[in-house]
């Protein structure tokens, strides 16, 4: 599974968009991005992931570019409930099931 | 909440020890991970059982160990324990036939170790 590097930290206002970006230079055509957040100490939560085209769900788009080396998470909204750390992943399907989870991106939204 | 039950919440002991760890996957979905995440170590996988059987391992110690129940919910034995295996110790579930793993993994909240 390819490499991601993340900036340790970032932080943004409340009610701006959080934008997370996560280069993944290395990523192979049937590599999939996934992204997960964990709140202080709770269990780590699933957000969204994308195989080429842009997704969007009730919590978040993630926009992958045309070359797919690099992606960026958006929070359109973020709020107090969004400082997080938040996990860029790079997966085959088919390299078994596990997710390896890297140091990811530390945000703190201030009000 | 994410449908994944861990118990217990918390747990103190003594060095030497073996406590075991308790999950409850969500209903229906047939795999279980364990994960430990330790303030210097990020979250690390241990183990994963798919309907019973050991599907993957990680970096789990063989002081380490894990079982599925026909029931699905999992367990993990930690035996021998040290200082250093102070952690929350984390169990995920998800739903996936093999050869379709969707990346979706529901997250319990854990159950803190703390050993003295």
């Known amino acids: 599974d390819a490499k991601t590097t993340q900036p340790p930290s970032m932080d943004c206002a409340e009610g701006r968009a959080a934008n997370l970006p996560c280069n993944h230079s290395?990523?192979?055509?049937?590599?999939?991005v996934y992204w997960y957040r964990q709140i202080h100490s709770q269990g780590p939560q699933y957000i969204i992931h994308?195989?080429?085209n842009n997704e969007t769900n009730e919590m978040a788009s993630l926009i992958i570019t045309e070359d797919r080396k690099s992606s960026t998470l958006i929070l359109p909204h973020a709020t107090l409930r969004d400082t997080a750390v938040y996990y860029c992943?790079?997966?085959?399907?088919?390299?078994?099931?596990?997710?390896?989870f890297g140091t990811g991106t530390r945000l703190a939204v201030r009000p | 909440d994410s449908g994944v039950t861990q118990t217990p919440k918390h747990l103190i002991t003594a060095t030497g020890q073996r406590v075991t760890l308790r999950c409850s996957p969500r209903?229906?979905?047939?795999?279980v991970y364990w994960y430990q995440q330790s303030l210097d170590q990020g979250l690390q996988f241990l183990i994963q059982?798919?309907?019973?059987?050991?599907?993957a391992k990680g970096n789990i110690l063989e002081r380490f160990s894990a079982q599925q129940f026909p029931d699905l919910h999992s367990e993990l034995n930690l035996s021998s324990l040290e200082l250093g295996d102070s952690a929350l110790y984390f169990c995920?579930?998800?739903?996936?036939?093999?050869?379709?793993?969707?990346?979706?993994?529901?997250f319990g909240e854990g159950s803190r170790l703390t050993v003295l």
């Open positions: 995920a579930s998800s739903v996936e036939v093999i050869g379709t793993f969707t990346g979706e993994l529901f």
């Open positions: 290395t990523i192979s055509g049937n590599e999939y």
């Open positions: 994308g195989l080429k």
């Open positions: 992943i790079v997966k085959k399907k088919s390299s078994g099931d596990k997710l390896t």
């Open positions: 209903s229906g979905d047939l795999s």
């Open positions: 059982y798919y309907n019973g059987e050991e599907r």
